[in-house]
């Protein structure tokens, strides 16, 4: 009998509560085309080697999602799992890191096949190929070893509309885990109606893997898996989570007022760029408010703007500051996600960030600004500057699990920049600009006497730039490492992602 199960395997992630969305798109074209799915969630089936135990001798072959960093780690051990338990069960890698690196990763054992961009397509026609026993050859878009060990990579696949492929299967997976409590809303999930960016960012793998190319599910398609995550799932929070929601401002407002016309009372946050935000008219700003829009992350990358010319934003530093301006008068939070450490003046950049940080958080308390450690990720063009600028970058696929914003270094910043950025991060950005809930505590008499001494030092810090001897935060260093009191004294405090 010809095996027909797919195995689909999705990494660690942190955090580890998202729908994997890549892997239930992908399932919905499988069944489509008459094979069998099993979605494993790594995050939810910890003895995930027992279910692959189980599946494996029915399984066609297994699909691995791939990111750069820590996901790598499980998604290695799964693949050495599925060669452990049979050899010739083909492993496919899929996602963001191998799709930059396709060589390097099948240099690894465990791995026989890697997919590029988009898998939608590329999937199906593997497992016709591995189903009639064809060869792999003429299928776009991807690399694999052939018999020898040689490795071949095939030419490109152009990026393929997203309105061409199945409606996704809300049965694949149990959509019930995947949904949280957030300030959106009591049940919210990350859902995704586009791909893509048409932008070319230099620190970004968006244009890369997708070749600044982007295109959207029509406005009825994304109603109608609203309106089914609504009534199924009683979902009343929505993450769209993609990378440039706004790209087409009229599919946009095409949606904002369809959830209005069919009272879709639903609130929601997205990504944004600085200059589509401030191209946006005030009449189209309630719109989105009405429709529900809670936050916009607003992709404001640094205070200098040296950088941001660096990295091909096409933004101003004074964007930024206009973007946020318009979002608080409509009663939209603004979330700025910004990094400090590039490979030019790492100095300059975090003084000029933290000079950012400080003129919004003065004039628009709502709003919400942390900094964040550039990561070089392979493939983009502020890779190949930072590999010039002394960055050694793996050459093992296992060598990436440690490439993460807490875990690099790279050559030109230290440790003591390093710490300084961690302190802005866990303390003295927190307490200078305190949230509602630390307000709160602040307000009573103790610990509140505690905290009010500590937003007052913050506060000084932070106004002045002035970071020299910071014995405060070897204090809270302190106590929050040695006496494990961060549920009380610091669970307003941002754990860095
Ligand atoms: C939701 C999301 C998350 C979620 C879930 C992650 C996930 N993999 O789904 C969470 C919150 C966990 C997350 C965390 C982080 N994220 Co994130 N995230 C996203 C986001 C916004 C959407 C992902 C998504 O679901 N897209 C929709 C699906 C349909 O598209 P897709 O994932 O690209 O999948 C397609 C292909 O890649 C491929 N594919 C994927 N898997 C597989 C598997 C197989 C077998 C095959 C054949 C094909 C295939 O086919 C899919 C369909 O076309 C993307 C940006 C984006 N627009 O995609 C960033 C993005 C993936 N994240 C990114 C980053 C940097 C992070 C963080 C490191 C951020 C940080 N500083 O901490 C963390 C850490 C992640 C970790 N290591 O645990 C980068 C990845 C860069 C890289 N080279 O890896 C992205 C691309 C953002 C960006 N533009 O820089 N993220
Ligand atoms: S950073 Fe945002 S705008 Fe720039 S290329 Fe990436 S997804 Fe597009």
Not at 179 to 199: D, E, H, K, M, V
Not at 337 to 359: A, N, Q, S
Not at 396 to 424: F, G, H
Request: charged share 25%; with cysteine.
């Amino acid at each position: 009998m010809q095996k027909d199960l797919v195995i689909l395997f999705f990494p660690k992630t942190k955090p580890d509560n998202v729908l994997p969305i890549a892997l239930l798109k992908l399932a919905s074209q499988i069944t489509a085309k008459g094979y069998k799915v099993k979605i494993i969630d790594s995050r939810l089936d910890t003895d995930y080697r027992t279910t692959i135990e189980r599946l494996i001798k029915d399984a066609l072959c297994v699909g691995i999602s791939s990111m750069t960093g820590y996901t790598i780690e499980h998604s290695l051990k799964a693949s050495r799992i599925v060669k452990e338990l049979d050899k010739k069960v083909p492993v496919i890698w899929g996602g963001w890191h191998c799709s930059m690196l396709p060589g390097q990763t099948l240099q690894n054992e465990f791995v026989d096949i890697v997919v590029r961009g988009q898998g939608e397509a590329a999937i199906v026609e593997i497992l016709d190929a591995l189903r009639s026993g064809q060869g792999l050859q003429g299928i776009r878009g991807i690399s694999y070893k052939d018999a020898k060990g040689g490795i071949i990579h095939n030419e490109d696949r152009p990026f393929q509309d997203i309105k061409d492929f199945e409606p996704v299967n809300f049965d694949l997976l149990d959509i019930s885990k995947y949904i949280t409590a957030t300030p959106l809303g009591s049940r919210t999930i990350f859902w995704n109606t586009s791909q893509g960016c048409p932008y070319h960012c230099g620190f970004c793998s968006t244009p890369i893997l997708y070749k600044s190319r982007w295109s959207s599910l029509s406005v009825e398609r994304i109603l109608k898996e609203i309106e089914i995550l609504m009534e199924r799932f009683d979902i009343n929070g929505l993450v769209f989570a993609e990378d440039n929601f706004l790209a087409d401002p009229n599919r946009v407002r095409k949606l904002c007022e369809g959830l209005i016309e069919k009272k879709l009372d639903i609130r929601w946050s997205t990504d944004a760029r600085i200059d589509s935000v401030i191209k946006l008219s005030d009449e189209f700003l309630s719109l989105l408010k009405k429709s529900g829009c809670v936050k916009l992350y607003l992709g404001a990358e640094s205070g200098d703007q040296e950088i941001l010319d660096l990295i091909d934003k096409y933004t101003r530093v004074e964007d930024t500051v206009a973007a946020a301006e318009k979002l608080h008068r409509h009663g939209i939070i603004a979330e700025l996600f910004l990094m400090v450490g590039f490979p030019l003046d790492p100095d300059r950049d975090l003084d000029m960030t933290l000079k950012l940080i400080r003129e919004i958080k003065e004039k628009y308390p709502n709003h919400q600004a942390t900094p964040f450690i550039y990561t070089p990720y392979p493939g983009t063009k502020l890779f190949n500057l930072s590999v010039e600028k002394g960055l050694k970058a793996p050459q093992r696929l296992e060598d990436w699990i440690n490439w993460t914003m807490l875990t690099i270094t790279t050559p030109w910043v230290d440790r003591a920049y390093l710490n300084k950025v961690n302190s802005l991060i866990k303390f003295y950005l927190p307490f200078a600009y305190p949230s509602d809930s630390l307000l709160r505590t602040m307000r009573t008499f103790w610990p509140g006497i505690f905290y009010r001494v500590m937003h007052r030092i913050a506060h000084f810090r932070v106004k002045r730039n002035f970071f020299f001897l910071p014995a405060e935060w070897q204090v809270v260093k302190y106590l929050y490492y040695n006496f494990k009191i961060e549920h009380n004294l610091f669970k307003n405090m941002p754990v860095p992602r």
